[in-house]
Structures are given as C-alpha cells and as structure tokens.
C-alpha cells in the first residue's frame, strides 16, 4: 500500500479567517482547534482520514505569502470555471500577479492572507 496525503498544514496569521474561507471554497467543516491556536477543517462527511485531505491552519509569527513551494489546485465541481471564479472572488481571492493570472487551464489567485492558489479547468469537460 502507498501513502496518501492525509492534511496539508498553512501556516498563517489569521487562522479564523482562512479557516471560513478554505471552508467555504472547499465545502469542508470546521473539525478541530489545538490548544496552539490551528484550526482543522475537512469534509464534514468524513471528517479526518477519509480520502479528501484536511487542512490545518496553524497560527504562524512568519507567514509567507506569494508563491509557496507546493501550491494548491481546485476545480469546480458543479459549475464552469467562469461562475466558479465568480465565487471565489465574492469569498475573498483575488487575481494574483495580473501577467501570471491565465496559465493556460489555470487561474492564479490569492486567498485573503496572499496565498497563490489555482483554479483549475477540469480536464476532459467541455465548456457549457
């Protein structure tokens, strides 16, 4: 048997705030706080250690915002990319680095602390 990504951990300065906004952008529930403050959020089905990863997001005195060595893709999953866009900027992202924003099938953003993410044209799915 092989590993799975089990959680990814963001380290952040307001772990309340990107807690309600992966939540939202990823349908997941609030399943935990430590006593250091990290808040674990995941599918509120499952919650931690099914298939889909949970997030931590882990109060930090050095957040880094911008382009992170490993960066996060989503796709829509009951809608196009353009509607989805549309919601995610009402969550709180923002286009990222306007001259990087379309690669290609993929939409650069920042989530409220300036985190790059992606937001992925699902593949193999032809535009309404």
């Known amino acids: 048997m092989a590993c799975r990504i089990s959680e990814l951990v963001i380290d952040c300065a ?4 990107l807690a309600a906004f992966w939540s939202q952008v990823l349908g997941y529930a609030e399943l935990g706080r430590e006593d250091d403050g990290s808040i674990g959020i995941g599918p509120p089905d499952t919650g931690s250690g099914g298939l889909r ?3 931590v997001l882990s ?3 050095d957040p880094r915002p911008g382009k ?3 960066r996060i893709a989503v796709s829509a999953t009951d809608r196009d990319q353009d509607a ?4 995610l900027l009402a969550l709180g992202a923002r286009p990222a680095e306007a001259d990087r924003a379309g ?3 993929r939409l650069l953003l920042a989530d409220p ?3 790059e993410f992606c937001l992925v044209r699902a ?3 032809s535009a309404p």
């Open 53 to 55: 990863p949970t997030l």
């Open 84 to 87: 989805e866009l549309e919601r």
């Open 113 to 115: 602390e300036g985190n």
């Open 103 to 105: 690669i290609g099938r």
């Open 59 to 61: 109060p930090g005195s």
């Open 14 to 17: 307001g772990p309340e705030r």
């Open 123 to 125: 593949r193999g799915r």
């Open 68 to 70: 992170l060595r490993l």
